[in-house]
């Protein structure tokens, strides 16, 4: 009876068979209070790499995933300032000076705590927020605030950003095609996918975050991100 008043008023009820359930729940609930942030990771794998190369390599999948994120003034794309995060940052940035729309406060670029003088970006993209933290609390720290992490290529710290983001329930999703850690992780997971925002992933979906098209595969990574965010 009382299960059936509240939800006569509105009130959605979840029954629980089991304690155990309740840590499951509360996680899930965590991740739906989340601002919509969204962080992206990844590198081109090259040692050394000159910003000609990095941009060779990593240029055509993060201009087409920025395409998919420019209509998204209410996502928060943050980044620790790697190649793949910069150039997506950089990419939306432009497109949205350019239409009128740019808010700085919607690319939040991190920098960790480094015994050298301060990294200054190349353009001035978003907010730049220079920490004293070492990489691992300041990775997980921003995590901590990020419904998805879309990794781009990578190797072994993209790798562990990946392991740090699923640890917290972060949906990660994996641009396939560029390879590198995104593929490993894509690979490992390709006959079942994780769930995201709650939901099954479907598997066409996921198969399509492998495709040689970077169009093709920014959309498929774009509709994942959008289920991350509980927007679809």
């Not at 994120?69 to 943050?78: H, K, Y």
């Not at 949906?171 to 850690?181: E, R, T, W």
């Not at 970077?214 to 774009?222: E, L």
Request: hydrophobic share 40%; charged share 25%; proline share 7%.
């Amino acid at each position: 009876m009382l299960f059936r008043s509240l939800e006569n008023s509105g009130v959605t009820v979840c029954e629980i068979n089991d304690h155990d359930e309740i840590h499951d729940l509360l996680a899930e609930l965590v991740l739906r209070t989340r601002p919509p942030h969204l962080f992206v990771s990844g590198s081109s794998r090259i040692e050394n790499a000159t910003p000609e190369q990095d941009e060779e390599i990593l240029g055509p999948w993060c201009a087409a995933l920025a395409v998919t994120l420019v209509d998204e003034p209410t996502w928060t794309i943050a980044s620790l300032g790697g190649p793949a995060g910069w150039y997506t940052s950089r990419d939306v940035a432009r497109t949205r000076r350019k239409e009128g729309t740019y808010d700085p406060s919607k690319l939040m670029i991190h920098f960790r705590g480094k015994d050298e003088p301060p990294v200054v970006p190349p353009e001035r993209v978003g907010t730049s927020i220079y920490s004293d933290l070492p990489r691992k609390e300041l990775v997980t720290s921003v995590l901590d605030d990020c419904r998805a992490l879309v990794a781009i290529r990578g190797g072994t710290r993209t790798a562990e950003e990946i392991g740090w983001a699923a640890d917290r329930r972060v949906a990660v999703i994996p641009i396939a095609a560029a390879g590198g850690a995104a593929r490993d992780y894509w690979e490992a997971h390709r006959g079942n996918p994780p769930a995201i925002g709650s939901r099954a992933t479907e598997h066409a979906t996921w198969e399509r975050l492998n495709d040689a098209d970077p169009t093709i595969t920014a959309r498929a990574a774009k509709s994942l991100i959008k289920q991350a965010m509980y927007e679809s």
